[in-house]
């Protein structure tokens, strides 16, 4: 399966600042990869859809101007939290779509704390 | 917006028995999955089941689907404290992006030594 790593694992940051997170296909070139968010205890949301070399497609009520998503290359794609705020906490996760069976694989994870 | 709803939220039980956690979800699908999260981490893949097979096994896990009444179960059997995580079922759902995968609640398993 894919290996996916992401980075950086938990960042902690001053409301108003821009937090950028990097996540990686290691060993499979990804066309495709998507962004959830996920609060305590709760499920994960899905906020986005990343596409190498396009626009990436935001779901329904997610901010594209406060969640630049940017996927420039097949391995990398970036999501960039824009002055973020206090309720911007969360646990962020990216995956990757691994061939033909649409299971995804997972990156560890970045916990945002705005304070 | 979640695909599914999963039950039970949260299931404590001793190491060695049973966890039957269920799954319901909403539209057509071409196939379920089962995730498994530990806390403070990505999620991992544990299995797949087609919309045409009925019931799957990998180990100690068994997953059944019932698409008539758009539901699935996971069933951990013998299970161990190890097994301590958030279980989630997912489905892919085909839009103008291509596939997206939706997620359930999630159920908070607790397996006591």
């Known amino acids: 399966g894919a290996v996916v790593s992401q980075h950086p694992s938990w960042v902690i940051c001053k409301s108003g600042t821009s937090v950028k997170i990097e996540c990686r296909s290691l060993?499979?070139?990804?066309?495709?990869m998507f962004w959830y968010r996920q609060f305590p205890k709760q499920s994960l949301m899905l906020m986005a859809t990343?596409?190498?070399?396009?626009?990436?497609?935001?779901e329904q009520g997610v901010e594209k101007d406060k969640f630049l998503i940017n996927h420039a290359s097949l391995t990398l794609s970036t999501l960039t939290v824009t002055s973020a705020h206090p309720e911007d906490s969360s646990f962020y996760i990216c995956?990757?779509?691994?061939?033909?069976?649409?299971?995804?694989?997972f990156g560890s994870g970045t916990q945002l704390s705005v304070l | 917006s979640q695909q599914g709803e999963e039950d039970p939220q949260a299931l404590s039980i001793q190491e060695g028995e049973n966890a039957t956690m269920n799954c319901s979800y909403k539209?057509?699908?071409?196939?379920l999955q089962w995730y498994r999260q530990n806390s403070g981490r990505g999620l991992v893949h544990l299995i797949l089941?087609?919309?045409?097979?009925r019931e799957k096994h990998s180990g100690r896990l068994r997953v059944t689907l019932d698409t008539s009444k758009k539901s699935s179960s996971l069933l951990i059997t013998a299970s161990r404290a190890a097994d301590t995580a958030s279980y989630f079922c997912?489905?892919?759902?085909?839009?103008?992006?291509?596939?997206?995968?939706?997620f359930g609640a999630g159920t908070r398993l607790f397996v006591k030594a």
């Open positions: 995956s990757v779509r691994g061939g033909v069976e649409e299971k995804l694989f």
């Open positions: 060993d499979f070139q990804a066309t495709t």
């Open positions: 990343s596409n190498e070399g396009s626009k990436a497609t935001y």
């Open positions: 539209t057509s699908i071409n196939n």
């Open positions: 089941i087609r919309s045409n097979e």
């Open positions: 997912a489905t892919a759902l085909l839009n103008t992006g291509g596939f997206k995968t939706i």
